[in-house]
């Protein structure tokens, strides 16, 4: 706990104890705050619910993982001084539609006071502050149009408010101010969660889910209460007006103890949904029933604490729209995923533990088509460790790229160089020996896919890595390749062919860093000691790397 706490000073956070058992998170210049329990269930409890409910665990220790089987995917390509809140991933878009992304976040230096900056970049790399929105500060939260006036706006958030800009016209920055929101919060224990603007009950207009505690004639004697609010935009005074409210966890807590929200249609009905999760284990989801009424649908409890992080998606491509939970513990991350089994009912149907982070850590969780093939990713990035999973089928997930990384605050991903690749962004902050901070984000551009490099001779299919044949196998199966000719017509090159588990960690080397000469070549891939699995077979040399999946079946 003492390290994890070291590592935040350095971040510019502070910690102190509540009790015994809590204790607080602050960061100073962004006005997040949040409270951890260190009331931390046995980890034999969580395994015996993971078998309990036939939910299969994914464990990975990042200290294992063959980081070379990812080398060259993506490189650094640029720094900006920009960052976001801690967990808080950059706002990127090409909001004014001059083909030039910007980036909307926070702007400090060593000497500076916090501000709200959007910078562009070029897609050499090169970026320009196009405007500061003094003297509002704030971290970006999304882009979101609330009048339906097809002009984009920015929101930003800072402690408890929330403000508002708005375009001029199409091809402007979002700099008009439009209005604030203020949520009330009583600040006690937590003034920060993540609030979400969409279109809840189909009736042409935003809400606004969060959380506070609006002082008003209902409301005056709860003022050191947090409910969780639904307000809709209203025209007539420009601005969100409250419709419906509930108190999801009861005291001591009450919300003060949930991390946030994500929105979805979980179980295909056609009716949005809300989902929220918070300190000591609980899941709600919250169901919209007609216009701005909404009802409890499903509640759940599992074996976590600080359960804040929450996300959705249909990651495994079943038609089916997951929501991924994630709680920090001393042990790491966990992230629980659930799924639609009937109307309003959800079953957890895998479970990640990552060996990352720790109780204090915010992680940042992403569902997006990282790699353009048009299926979901899920990225989590958790101390600093960043992980990007894909699945393999129904309920099934693997690691597709690891990176690791310190200091971050968050990460996004955008095609920031226009070559039709996602390239990823993480946002940073950093203390020197003075206690000053500076925030700034690195940039790391994706490299082309296996075989394509932009100043390679070869086209794609000049080497080739075949489907091993048979598939799925039972003890021995056999791998294909062919090595085309050198530059300037000469013979073979060096090349390595390695075998890998799910989790990233080597469990056979057939080939290693061998001259082998042009042409086709069988390897035969024989095992006894692995269990049944996916397995992934890698040919790598000096300039690229192809990797297939293969099925073992005993």
Same mark, same amino acid.
Not at 31 to 47: D, N, V, Y
């Given at each position: 706990?003492?390290?994890?706490?070291?590592? !935040? *000073?350095?971040?510019?956070?502070?910690?102190?104890?509540?009790?015994?058992?809590?204790?607080?998170?602050?960061?100073?210049?962004?006005?997040?705050?949040? /409270?951890?329990?260190?009331?931390?269930?046995?980890?034999?409890?969580?395994?015996?619910?993971?078998?309990?409910?036939?939910?299969?665990?994914?464990?990975?220790?990042?200290?294992?993982?063959?980081?070379? =089987?990812?080398?060259?995917?993506?490189?650094?390509?640029?720094?900006?001084?920009?960052?976001?809140?801690?967990?808080?991933? *950059?706002?990127?878009?090409?909001?004014?539609?001059?083909?030039?992304?910007?980036?909307?976040?926070?702007?400090?230096?060593?000497?500076?006071?916090?501000?709200?900056? &959007?910078?562009?970049?070029?897609?050499?790399?090169?970026?320009?502050?196009?405007?500061? %929105?003094?003297?509002?500060?704030?971290?970006?939260?999304?882009?979101?149009?609330?009048?339906?006036?097809?002009?984009?706006?920015?929101?930003?958030?800072?402690?408890?408010?929330?403000?508002?800009?708005?375009?001029?016209?199409?091809?402007? *920055?979002?700099?008009?101010?439009?209005?604030?929101?203020?949520?009330?919060?009583?600040?006690?224990? $937590?003034?920060?969660?993540?609030?979400?603007?969409?279109?809840?009950?189909?009736?042409?207009? =935003?809400?606004?889910?969060?959380?506070?505690?609006?002082?008003?004639?209902?409301?005056?004697?709860?003022?050191?209460?947090?409910?969780?609010?639904? /307000?809709?935009?209203?025209?007539? @005074?420009?601005?969100?007006?409250?419709?419906?409210?509930?108190?999801?966890?009861?005291?001591?807590?009450?919300?003060?103890?949930?991390?946030?929200?994500?929105?979805?249609?979980?179980?295909?009905?056609? #009716?949005?949904?809300?989902?929220? $999760?918070?300190?000591?284990?609980?899941?709600?989801?919250?169901?919209?029933?007609?216009?701005?009424?909404?009802?409890?649908?499903? &509640?759940?409890?599992?074996?976590? @604490?600080?359960?804040? %992080?929450?996300?959705?998606?249909?990651?495994?491509?079943?038609? #089916?729209?997951?929501?991924?939970?994630?709680?920090?513990?001393?042990?790491?991350?966990?992230?629980?995923?659930?799924?639609?089994?009937?109307?309003?009912?959800?079953?957890?149907?895998?479970?990640?533990?990552?060996?990352?982070?720790?109780?204090?850590?915010?992680? @940042?969780?992403?569902?997006?088509?990282?790699?353009?093939?048009?299926?979901?990713?899920?990225? +989590?990035?958790?101390?600093?460790?960043?992980?990007?999973?894909?699945?393999?089928?129904?309920?099934?997930?693997?690691?597709?790229?690891?990176?690791?990384?310190?200091?971050?605050?968050?990460?996004?991903?955008?095609?920031?160089?226009?070559?039709?690749?996602?390239?990823? +962004?993480?946002?940073?902050?950093?203390?020197?020996?003075?206690?000053?901070?500076?925030?700034?984000?690195?940039?790391?551009? /994706?490299?082309?896919?296996?075989?394509?490099?932009?100043?390679?001779?070869?086209?794609?299919?000049?080497?080739?890595?075949?489907?091993?044949?048979?598939?799925?196998?039972?003890?021995?199966?056999?791998?294909?390749?062919?090595?085309?000719?050198?530059?300037?017509?000469?013979?073979?090159?060096?090349?390595?062919?390695?075998?890998?588990?799910?989790?990233?960690?080597?469990?056979?080397?057939?080939?290693?860093?061998?001259?082998?000469?042009?042409?086709?070549?069988? &390897?035969?891939?024989?095992?006894?000691? !692995?269990?049944?699995?996916?397995?992934?077979?890698?040919?790598?040399?000096?300039?690229?790397?192809?990797?297939?999946?293969?099925? !073992?079946?005993?």
């Amino acid at each position: 706990m003492k390290e994890e706490q070291e590592e !935040l *000073l350095h971040k510019g956070i502070t910690t102190h104890y509540l009790n015994d058992t809590t204790i607080a998170i602050e960061q100073a210049w962004s006005g997040f705050k949040r /409270a951890k329990t260190l009331s931390e269930p046995p980890e034999e409890t969580i395994r015996a619910w993971a078998t309990q409910n036939n939910v299969p665990v994914l464990e990975i220790d990042p200290t294992t993982i063959d980081t070379s =089987i990812y080398t060259g995917r993506y490189t650094y390509w640029a720094t900006v001084p920009i960052s976001n809140t801690i967990g808080g991933p *950059l706002l990127v878009g090409d909001i004014n539609k001059n083909g030039k992304p910007e980036i909307y976040g926070g702007y400090k230096d060593y000497t500076t006071d916090f501000m709200s900056h &959007v910078y562009e970049i070029d897609t050499n790399g090169n970026y320009t502050l196009l405007y500061n %929105y003094v003297p509002r500060r704030g971290s970006s939260i999304q882009f979101v149009d609330t009048d339906n006036d097809s002009l984009n706006e920015v929101v930003f958030n800072y402690g408890d408010s929330c403000f508002n800009y708005e375009q001029t016209s199409p091809t402007s *920055l979002p700099t008009r101010r439009n209005f604030n929101y203020g949520m009330w919060q009583y600040q006690g224990t $937590s003034i920060w969660t993540r609030y979400k603007m969409v279109n809840l009950d189909n009736d042409s207009l =935003i809400d606004f889910i969060y959380r506070g505690s609006e002082p008003d004639s209902v409301d005056s004697v709860n003022l050191f209460q947090n409910f969780t609010y639904v /307000a809709e935009f209203s025209p007539s @005074i420009n601005n969100f007006q409250r419709v419906w409210k509930t108190q999801l966890l009861p005291p001591p807590w009450n919300e003060s103890g949930l991390g946030g929200y994500d929105v979805g249609d979980y179980d295909s009905d056609g #009716k949005m949904e809300f989902l929220a $999760s918070e300190i000591n284990g609980s899941i709600w989801v919250v169901e919209n029933n007609g216009d701005n009424n909404y009802h409890v649908s499903w &509640v759940d409890t599992v074996p976590f @604490i600080n359960l804040f %992080y929450q996300i959705s998606g249909d990651v495994d491509n079943d038609g #089916k729209r997951e929501f991924f939970v994630g709680a920090t513990m001393f042990n790491g991350n966990w992230t629980t995923v659930f799924e639609v089994d009937s109307d309003d009912h959800y079953s957890p149907k895998f479970l990640f533990h990552l060996l990352s982070g720790g109780s204090l850590d915010e992680p @940042i969780y992403l569902t997006n088509d990282v790699d353009n093939d048009g299926k979901l990713e899920l990225v +989590i990035f958790s101390g600093a460790d960043l992980y990007v999973f894909k699945s393999d089928g129904d309920n099934s997930y693997y690691l597709w790229y690891y990176q690791r990384e310190n200091a971050k605050e968050g990460v996004q991903f955008y095609d920031f160089n226009s070559d039709g690749r996602k390239d990823f +962004i993480i946002s940073k902050s950093q203390v020197d020996s003075l206690g000053r901070g500076r925030l700034y984000a690195d940039i790391y551009k /994706a490299s082309p896919p296996a075989g394509v490099n932009d100043d390679d001779y070869r086209s794609p299919k000049e080497i080739e890595l075949f489907q091993n044949y048979p598939n799925p196998f039972n003890l021995t199966t056999t791998i294909r390749f062919e090595i085309p000719l050198n530059k300037g017509g000469q013979r073979g090159m060096f090349v390595s062919l390695k075998i890998y588990n799910i989790l990233g960690e080597t469990v056979e080397i057939l080939i290693t860093n061998q001259n082998v000469e042009s042409g086709e070549h069988r &390897v035969n891939f024989t095992t006894s000691n !692995l269990q049944s699995g996916i397995y992934i077979y890698r040919l790598t040399t000096n300039q690229f790397t192809i990797s297939k999946k293969m099925l !073992l079946l005993k």
